[in-house]
Protein backbone atom coordinates (compact mmCIF):
# COMPACT_ATOMS: atom_id res chain seq x y z
CA UNK A 1 0.00 0.00 0.00
CA UNK A 2 1.39 3.68 -0.86
CA UNK A 3 0.40 6.61 0.95
CA UNK A 4 0.69 10.63 0.15
CA UNK A 5 0.16 12.99 2.65
CA UNK A 6 0.64 16.45 2.64
CA UNK A 7 1.62 19.23 5.22
CA UNK A 8 2.24 23.00 6.17
CA UNK A 9 -0.33 24.67 5.31
CA UNK A 10 -2.10 27.67 7.11
CA UNK A 11 -3.35 30.88 7.17
CA UNK A 12 -0.75 33.40 6.41
CA UNK A 13 -0.99 37.37 5.40
CA UNK A 14 -0.35 38.58 1.94
CA UNK A 15 3.49 38.93 0.90
CA UNK A 16 3.81 36.26 3.68
CA UNK A 17 5.72 32.74 3.50
CA UNK A 18 4.66 28.83 3.94
CA UNK A 19 6.26 25.83 3.21
CA UNK A 20 4.52 22.70 2.00
CA UNK A 21 5.79 19.36 2.59
CA UNK A 22 5.12 16.08 0.86
CA UNK A 23 6.18 12.78 1.30
CA UNK A 24 5.05 9.55 0.17
CA UNK A 25 5.66 6.05 1.93
CA UNK A 26 4.33 2.53 1.46
CA UNK A 27 6.14 -0.37 -1.55
CA UNK A 28 7.32 2.07 -3.60
CA UNK A 29 10.05 0.93 -6.29
CA UNK A 30 10.28 4.27 -7.55
CA UNK A 31 9.05 7.53 -7.78
CA UNK A 32 9.34 9.30 -11.34
CA UNK A 33 7.70 12.72 -10.78
CA UNK A 34 6.38 14.89 -8.16
CA UNK A 35 3.79 17.87 -8.63
CA UNK A 36 2.00 20.36 -6.38
CA UNK A 37 -1.95 21.45 -8.24
CA UNK A 38 -4.03 23.60 -6.50
CA UNK A 39 -7.67 24.12 -6.13
CA UNK A 40 -9.76 27.62 -5.17
CA UNK A 41 -13.08 28.06 -4.16
CA UNK A 42 -15.38 27.78 -7.57
CA UNK A 43 -12.30 27.26 -10.10
CA UNK A 44 -10.94 23.74 -11.62
CA UNK A 45 -7.81 22.07 -10.04
CA UNK A 46 -4.52 23.87 -11.60
CA UNK A 47 -0.95 22.58 -11.95
CA UNK A 48 1.16 24.72 -9.86
CA UNK A 49 5.01 22.78 -10.17
CA UNK A 50 6.61 19.54 -10.85
CA UNK A 51 9.92 17.97 -9.98
CA UNK A 52 11.58 14.94 -11.70
CA UNK A 53 13.77 12.50 -10.49
CA UNK A 54 16.43 14.13 -12.53
CA UNK A 55 15.71 16.91 -10.51
CA UNK A 56 13.95 18.75 -13.41
CA UNK A 57 11.63 21.60 -12.23
CA UNK A 58 8.19 23.28 -14.17
CA UNK A 59 6.05 26.24 -12.78
CA UNK A 60 2.98 27.63 -13.62
CA UNK A 61 3.98 31.29 -14.85
CA UNK A 62 1.42 32.85 -11.99
CA UNK A 63 4.08 31.24 -9.12
CA UNK A 64 7.50 31.68 -11.41
CA UNK A 65 9.98 33.83 -9.02
CA UNK A 66 7.71 33.46 -6.21
CA UNK A 67 7.54 29.56 -5.41
CA UNK A 68 10.06 26.67 -5.87
CA UNK A 69 9.87 23.14 -5.68
CA UNK A 70 12.41 21.28 -4.08
CA UNK A 71 12.89 17.14 -3.35
CA UNK A 72 14.86 14.42 -1.63
CA UNK A 73 14.77 11.14 -3.82
CA UNK A 74 16.08 9.09 -0.80
CA UNK A 75 12.66 9.86 1.19
CA UNK A 76 10.28 10.02 -1.47
CA UNK A 77 9.96 13.51 0.03
CA UNK A 78 8.72 17.04 -1.95
CA UNK A 79 8.90 20.67 -0.78
CA UNK A 80 6.80 23.91 -2.05
CA UNK A 81 8.68 27.03 -0.49
CA UNK A 82 6.33 29.97 -1.32
CA UNK A 83 7.14 33.34 -1.18
CA UNK A 84 5.49 36.59 -1.75
CA UNK A 85 2.33 35.14 -1.20
CA UNK A 86 -0.79 36.66 -2.31
CA UNK A 87 -4.52 36.42 -1.76
CA UNK A 88 -4.72 34.80 -5.20
CA UNK A 89 -2.57 31.95 -3.89
CA UNK A 90 -5.52 30.71 -1.61
CA UNK A 91 -6.78 27.36 -2.52
CA UNK A 92 -6.34 23.95 -1.29
CA UNK A 93 -3.41 22.27 -2.02
CA UNK A 94 -2.41 18.81 -3.60
CA UNK A 95 0.54 16.48 -3.95
CA UNK A 96 0.40 14.51 -6.64
CA UNK A 97 3.03 11.68 -6.88
CA UNK A 98 3.78 9.23 -10.17
CA UNK A 99 5.20 5.87 -9.13
CA UNK A 100 5.74 2.33 -9.55
CA UNK A 101 5.07 0.32 -6.86
CA UNK A 102 7.03 -2.30 -5.05
CA UNK A 103 4.74 -5.23 -6.98
CA UNK A 104 5.37 -3.13 -10.62
CA UNK A 105 2.70 -1.26 -11.40
CA UNK A 106 2.41 2.33 -12.52
CA UNK A 107 0.55 4.53 -9.92
CA UNK A 108 -0.44 8.25 -9.75
CA UNK A 109 -1.37 9.06 -5.98
CA UNK A 110 -3.02 11.93 -4.63
CA UNK A 111 -2.41 13.33 -1.13
CA UNK A 112 -5.80 14.16 0.93
CA UNK A 113 -4.70 18.40 0.19
CA UNK A 114 -3.56 21.03 2.44
CA UNK A 115 -5.64 24.32 2.81
CA UNK A 116 -3.64 27.43 2.04
CA UNK A 117 -5.59 30.82 2.95
CA UNK A 118 -3.24 34.03 2.36
CA UNK A 119 -5.47 36.86 4.27
CA UNK A 120 -5.23 39.84 5.85
Known amino acids: QVQVVESGGGLVQPGGSLRLSCAASGSIFHVSGMHWYRQAPGKERELVASIRSDGGTNYADSVKGRFVISGDNAKNTMYLQMDSLKSEDTAVYFC??????????????WGQGTQVLVSS
Open 96 to 109: NVDLITGWGSNESM
